[in-house]
């Protein structure tokens, strides 16, 4: 807790502070991540304009640009809360053959199969984060740690960061058709959290790229084309196909899902293609508003970094 002489403006405080974090001493010698020493702190040196009226117009500047970033960041909850809604209206919830909410010009039962009639399984690698990198290589490889953290559901290899397999790393055992193709789903078959346990992405596009499904991954492949790309995808984020995942994954600290637990499931879809592809589309539609709004946040955080840098005195001051 810092206590304010009238000279200087809180706000400002907080702000020069924020613009100069990496700056103020930390003893790093003990257990931990380290901390700040309050002698270090006391004599930390900052830079206040004599006028207090000038601190106030930078305090102002910086609050109102955390306002808008704040409200776009709400806005962008609200983006997702209503794509979190259509893919619980536009499939069938669990037990149901037909979804809440369906376009006019269809019509009829969704088609029930088992996992295993639509789709079979075939070989992943279990390469580790120390076989890979992002540097350079011929073979890109999915590590299940970031299908659970950054990976869009419907996976364009020329939008996502995807590491490379070691050069040194052998590959000549790996079949061709054990190679991600177009339609695909990797699922990863491990997580600490139930929610996430199970959860997959969908191959979409790969730009004549050679991709492999790696560690802690389940590689799916259609037996015969039933399902669109794009489709398949979102069908693996609704909720009958969520809940039956987690009803079948097993462990304690860690929970997994096995091929033979996973081929239990049951998988509702629409016979017609047509009414697949205009969910699909609907679908990656509001996905595109979400990384459109995404993208305009982390413009706004970058131009506040920008103005945290140019409102006050260069950091070459502090040396």
Same mark, same amino acid.
């Given at each position: 807790?810092?206590?304010?002489?009238?000279?200087?403006?809180?706000?400002?405080?907080?702000?020069?502070?924020?613009?100069?974090?990496? %700056?103020?001493?930390?003893?790093?010698?003990?257990?931990?991540? @380290?901390? $700040?020493?309050? +002698?270090?702190?006391?004599? /930390?040196? *900052?830079?206040?304009?004599?006028?207090?009226?000038?601190?106030?117009?930078?305090?102002?500047?910086?609050?109102?640009?955390?306002?808008?970033?704040?409200?776009?960041?709400d806005?962008?909850?609200?983006?997702?809360?209503?794509?979190?809604?259509?893919?619980?209206?536009?499939?069938?919830?669990?037990g149901?053959?037909v979804?809440n909410?369906?376009?006019?010009?269809?019509?009829?039962?969704?088609?029930?199969?088992?996992?295993?009639?639509?789709?079979?399984?075939?070989?992943?690698?279990?390469?580790?984060?120390?076989?890979?990198? %992002?540097?350079?290589?011929?073979?890109?490889?999915?590590?299940? @740690?970031? $299908?659970?953290? +950054?990976?869009?559901?419907? /996976?364009? *290899?020329?939008?996502?960061?995807?590491?490379?397999?070691?050069?040194?790393?052998?590959?000549?055992?790996?079949?061709?058709?054990?190679?991600?193709?177009?339609?695909?789903?990797?699922?990863?078959?491990?997580?600490?959290?139930?929610?996430?346990?199970?959860?997959?992405?969908?191959?979409?596009?790969?730009?004549?790229?050679?991709?492999?499904?790696?560690?802690?991954?389940?590689?799916?492949?259609?037996?015969?084309?039933?399902?669109?790309?794009?489709?398949?995808?979102?069908?693996?984020?609704?909720?009958?196909?969520?809940?039956?995942i987690?009803?079948?994954?097993?462990?304690?600290?860690?929970? @997994?899902?096995?091929?033979?637990?996973?081929?239990?499931?049951?998988?509702?879809?629409?016979?017609?293609?047509?009414?697949?592809?205009?969910?699909?589309?609907?679908?990656?539609?509001?996905?595109?508003?979400?990384?459109?709004?995404?993208?305009?946040?982390?413009?706004?955080q970058k131009?506040k970094?920008?103005?945290?840098?140019?409102?006050?005195?260069?950091?070459?001051?502090?040396?």
């Amino acid at each position: 807790a810092i206590n304010l002489n009238k000279e200087v403006y809180k706000l400002y405080l907080l702000y020069i502070l924020i613009a100069n974090e990496r %700056y103020i001493p930390i003893d790093k010698t003990g257990i931990g991540a @380290g901390k $700040i020493d309050l +002698k270090d702190l006391k004599t /930390f040196k *900052i830079f206040v304009p004599r006028n207090q009226k000038e601190q106030q117009k930078i305090a102002s500047c910086l609050s109102t640009f955390d306002e808008l970033i704040s409200a776009h960041q709400d806005k962008l909850a609200a983006l997702k809360e209503h794509k979190k809604g259509l893919v619980q209206n536009l499939f069938p919830q669990e037990g149901q053959k037909v979804p809440n909410f369906r376009f006019p010009e269809f019509e009829g039962d969704w088609k029930v199969k088992p996992l295993n009639q639509i789709y079979f399984f075939l070989i992943n690698n279990s390469f580790s984060r120390d076989k890979l990198n %992002y540097d350079n290589g011929e073979v890109k490889n999915l590590h299940y @740690g970031d $299908i659970h953290t +950054k990976f869009s559901t419907l /996976f364009d *290899i020329r939008n996502e960061e995807v590491p490379f397999i070691n050069s040194n790393i052998p590959l000549n055992r790996i079949d061709t058709e054990n190679y991600c193709i177009q339609g695909d789903i990797v699922l990863a078959d491990a997580s600490e959290d139930l929610n996430d346990v199970g959860k997959g992405i969908e191959i979409t596009q790969l730009n004549n790229e050679k991709l492999l499904s790696g560690l802690h991954t389940l590689l799916l492949r259609q037996i015969k084309p039933a399902l669109v790309v794009g489709f398949a995808g979102h069908l693996f984020q609704s909720n009958a196909v969520r809940k039956q995942i987690r009803k079948e994954a097993q462990g304690t600290k860690v929970l @997994g899902i096995s091929k033979s637990r996973l081929s239990n499931i049951s998988i509702c879809h629409p016979e017609n293609k047509l009414e697949q592809q205009k969910i699909a589309s609907l679908l990656t539609a509001q996905d595109e508003l979400n990384a459109a709004q995404e993208e305009k946040i982390a413009q706004l955080q970058k131009h506040k970094k920008g103005l945290l840098q140019g409102l006050f005195p260069q950091t070459a001051a502090y040396a």
